[in-house]
């Protein structure tokens, strides 16, 4: 009988001391597994000297951060997986600026090649000291994705479209030291070049994949598309850039979808629903909020169809509503026949719209005159031009050079 008991305290305590050694292994393997799974999210804080852990299971139970809601719209972006119509947004409407300056303008026009040839340059700061004019428009992003400046945005690095010198920056500080009212032009969406090197940010054809080309095959060129996210954002920052050269004005041309060429080879994907204007005036209040601290005035040029239409569908630009985004209008022109009836036609809209007593300071003719125009020919026709409303003029052709007697 004693040898049982003995035996049976013996299992006992056998029993005891592996259920003891199993509670311990347990522990053991939690331990070591908790080890692996916490290891990478320890953080050290240098502001506190304190280690704390970024861990998912943790984050679960904290209290979420409120999203602040945003000023402007912005346009959806779509998801390869959706089958449904894209939601649309409409631009919240904005106050009508107020012009940097009320005083008509008289200016010349400096292309890229000008801006950055020291004997043209020199040539034209001579046409401008010794004529009427008084400001100087220079096209600091040309429709060939070329900058005429050095910029840091990240897509004009890779695709090397941006200039590393600063010719620009100079040449501004040295305009606006003489009294000369400086004017930065910026291409928008029409981009020749950096849509073929950065393959996200340009118009597409039906595949998809391949750039949408506008012109015949040695006179091609690509377009930034309007409804990305990614185009409007490197224009933007290529805005920004501008504005702290310190100019004056910054005039935005092609702001607008394409309107001519093969069209119907387009494929806007899941934006094809989503009218045109809207991701036009969304860009334009995005481009307002970026220039306005740092007192910039922002302009744009108007096509020939939104002035004498009121809008153009195809292209996305809408007259009333541009009307309250800009500080200034530039209505283009090309000088030739009847200087006086032309303008009258492309400006009839604007009437209705724009008080007469603004017309001075908030539209101003974009006149197109080839180099070797007669003089005398073109001072009448800038005489016509201001005399109409007591306007100002832009005058501008491709070589920068101008004969004004």
């Known amino acids: 009988m004693a040898r049982r008991l003995r035996y049976r305290g013996r ?25 692996f799974a916490l290891q990478n999210s320890a953080v050290y804080s240098a502001d506190d000297n304190q280690v704390y852990l970024n861990c998912a299971l943790l984050e679960q139970w904290r209290d979420p951060t409120p999203t602040p809601s945003k000023e402007l719209p912005e346009l959806p972006t779509p998801t390869p997986e959706s089958t449904e119509d894209p939601p649309t947004s409409t631009p919240t409407p904005t106050p009508t600026p107020t012009p940097k300056t009320q005083l008509p303008m ?7 090649g000008t801006l950055l040839d020291e004997a043209a340059m020199t040539a034209l700061r001579e046409q401008l000291a010794k004529s009427e004019a008084d400001a100087l428009v220079l096209e600091l992003k040309a429709t060939d994705s070329t900058l005429a400046y050095s910029s840091s945005q990240p897509e004009a690095l890779q695709a090397e479209v941006t200039t590393q010198s600063d ?68 224009l933007l920052g290529v805005l920004s850039e501008i504005a702290a050269l310190d100019v004056d004005e910054i005039l935005l041309d092609w702001l607008t979808f394409p309107n001519t060429g093969s ?56 007259l009333r ?48 005159t080839p180099s070797g125009r007669d003089p005398d020919a073109l001072q009448e026709d800038l005489h016509t031009i201001s005399g109409a409303k007591g306007l100002g003029w832009v005058l501008e052709n491709a070589q920068g050079s101008y004969n004004l007697g």
């Open 11 to 35: 299992g006992r305590i056998r029993r005891a001391l592996t259920a003891i050694l199993i509670f311990f292994g347990v522990l053991f393997i939690l331990a070591v597994v908790l080890f």
């Open 106 to 112: 008289r200016a010349l026009y400096a292309p890229i």
């Open 167 to 234: 010719v620009a920056a100079q040449l501004i500080r040295e305009l606006k030291a003489s009294g000369v009212y400086v004017i930065a032009r910026v291409a928008c969406f029409k981009d020749g070049y950096l849509p073929g090197v950065v393959r996200t940010v340009g118009i597409k054809v039906s595949n998809g994949r391949d750039n949408w080309l506008q012109g015949g095959r040695n006179t091609h060129t690509r377009w930034l598309d309007p409804y990305k996210e990614e185009a409007r954002t490197y």
């Open 263 to 318: 069209l119907s080879a387009i494929s806007y994907g899941a934006f094809s629903n989503i009218p045109r204007y809207e991701p036009i005036e969304t860009f334009a209040q995005d481009a307002r909020g970026v220039v306005s601290s740092s007192g910039v005035a922002l302009s744009v040029v108007l096509w020939e169809e939104t002035c004498i239409d009121g809008e153009d569908a195809e292209g996305g630009q809408r």
């Open 321 to 368: 509503q541009l009307v309250s985004l800009f500080d200034r209008l530039y209505v283009p022109m090309t000088l030739s026949g009847d200087v006086g009836e032309t303008f009258g036609d492309l400006t009839k809209r604007l009437d209705a719209l724009i008080p007469k007593a603004d017309w001075p300071g908030r539209v101003v003719p974009l006149l197109t």
